[in-house]
C-alpha cells in the first residue's frame, strides 16, 4: 500500500519529511535488481520472482532535489531543503536545483538546449543514486517550471540508466487545502512511474492552508 498523508500542520509535515528522507536514504544503500520473469500466470511454469540486494560501493549515495517556484524561500523550495537535509544526515550527499536553477528554455530536443545550466543538471541526474522532486500546486497540476525541468531529462533516453532507471524518486507537492496536494503528489509519482524511476512509499502533500504560500 502506498502512504500517501496531506498535512495540516508544521510539527507533522516535519515528521513526515524526515520519515521520506530516512527511507530515500535507506533505499538508496542498496541496488535492488530485479531479474526479469518469464510469466506469472497460476499455470506458468517459472518460479516466483526474487529480489536480490547487492551492497553499493563505499561511496556515499547521492541525491539530486529538484523543486521549488521562481521565488526564493518559498515553502515547496523550504520542504525539499529540509528533506535533503534530512537525506545528509542520515549519511548522503547532496545538491539541489531549485529557483533560478530551473529557469531553463522550453525543452525541445536539440543538442545543448538548455545550455549549461540544462547540461550540469543532467550530469548530476546522470550520478544521482535518488532523486526529490518538489512541486507546488498551480490549478490542480505539477508546476510548468517542474514540468519543464522532467523533461529535460529525456536526455537520458540512451543512458544505460535510461532516464530515472534504477532510482528511489520521493516526492513533495505543497498548496493550499488537501485536494491539490493529493492530485500533484499523485501526478508526480505517475511521472516517476513514466520515467522508470522507483517512487518512495512515503509521498508528502502538504497543505499550507494556515501557513505560507507555496
Same mark, same amino acid.
Given at each position: 500500500?502506498? /502512504? ?7 510539527? !507533522?509535515?516535519? +515528521?513526515?519529511i %524526515?520519515?521520506?528522507?530516512?527511507? =530515500? ?6 541496488n535492488l535488481?530485479?531479474?526479469? /520473469? ?11 520472482? %526474487? ?6 560501493n ?12 521562481t ?33 531553463? $528554455? ?6 545543448n538546449?538548455? !545550455? ?10 546522470? +550520478?544521482?543514486?535518488?532523486v526529490?522532486?518538489?512541486? $507546488? ?32 524518486? !520521493? /516526492? ?9 496536494? /493529493? =492530485? ?13 524511476? @522507483? ?8 497543505? @499550507? ?6
Open positions: 500500500m502506498v /502512504a500517501i498523508t496531506t498535512l495540516q500542520c508544521t510539527h !507533522g509535515t516535519l +515528521r513526515q %524526515k520519515s521520506m528522507a530516512v527511507v =530515500m536514504a535507506g533505499i538508496t544503500q542498496n535488481r530485479v531479474p526479469l /520473469a518469464r510469466g506469472t500466470h497460476p499455470e506458468s511454469k517459472c518460479k516466483a520472482i %526474487k529480489v536480490r540486494i547487492q551492497p553499493m563505499e561511496r556515499r549515495p547521492f541525491i539530486v532535489g529538484l523543486g521549488g517556484t521565488r526564493a524561500g518559498s515553502t515547496t523550495e523550504q520542504a525539499l531543503q529540509l528533506a535533503l537535509a534530512c537525506v545528509r544526515r542520515a549519511g548522503a550527499d547532496t545538491e539541489m536545483f531549485s529557483g533560478p536553477d530551473l529557469l531553463l $528554455p522550453m525543452y525541445q530536443a536539440e543538442p538546449a538548455g !545550455g549549461k545550466a540544462g547540461a550540469h543538471m543532467i550530469a548530476s541526474l546522470r +550520478r544521482a543514486d535518488g526529490i522532486i518538489a512541486s $507546488p500546486v498551480y490549478h490542480g497540476g505539477v508546476s510548468g517550471l517542474i514540468k519543464n525541468a522532467l523533461d529535460y531529462i529525456e536526455e537520458m533516453r540512451a543512458d544505460a540508466r535510461v532516464y530515472l532507471d534504477q532510482r528511489a524518486v !520521493g /516526492a513533495i507537492a505543497c498548496g493550499f487545502g488537501n485536494q491539490g496536494p /493529493a =492530485m500533484v503528489l499523485a501526478h508526480l509519482r505517475d511521472m516517476t512511474h513514466a520515467l522508470r524511476g @522507483w517512487p518512495t512509499p512515503l509521498g508528502i502533500a502538504i497543505n @499550507w492552508t494556515c501557513n505560507d504560500a507555496a
